[in-house]
């Protein structure tokens, strides 16, 4: 069982930064990839950013490519997700999952097995 614990979240006006946490309760996440998804009112759970634990490979979604950058600290006990230029449209739940499959870390909230409970982040124009 993994214990996902996320913080950081909060109210930044627009073009400003955050970055969120994702700590593994009491142990590293050893052989999880990790991803961060997002979901804001009325609209479905969306891809944000993953990391792979073989190789650190990282992907993410195109509406936050060049402004987004997701990173393991240095024990793979934590995952961050630096959030730079951030706009309105960013306003949402940002979640951090877990999954072990054989492969590249997936895209579908679905196939993740672990989730955290979720931190809201406001972007205001």
């Known amino acids: 069982q993994v214990q996902l614990v996320e913080s950081g979240g909060g109210l930044v006006q627009a073009g400003g930064s955050l970055r969120l946490s994702c700590a593994a309760s009491?142990?590293?996440?050893?052989?999880?990839?990790l991803g961060w998804f997002r979901q804001a009112p009325g609209k479905e759970r969306e891809f944000v950013a993953a990391?792979?634990?073989?190789?650190?490979?990282?992907y993410y979604a195109d509406s936050v490519k060049g402004r987004f950058t997701i990173s393991w600290d240095n024990a793979k006990s934590t995952v961050f997700l630096q959030m730079n230029s951030l706009k309105p449209e960013d306003t949402a739940v940002y979640y951090c999952?877990?999954?072990?499959?054989?492969?590249?870390?997936?895209?579908?909230?679905?196939?993740?097995?672990?989730w955290g409970q979720g931190t809201q982040v406001t972007v205001s124009s």
């Open positions: 999952a877990a999954e072990r499959r054989a492969g590249p870390p997936p895209r579908s909230w679905n196939r993740y097995d672990y």
């Open positions: 009491g142990r590293a996440f050893i052989n999880y990839d």
């Open positions: 990391i792979a634990w073989s190789g650190g490979g990282t």
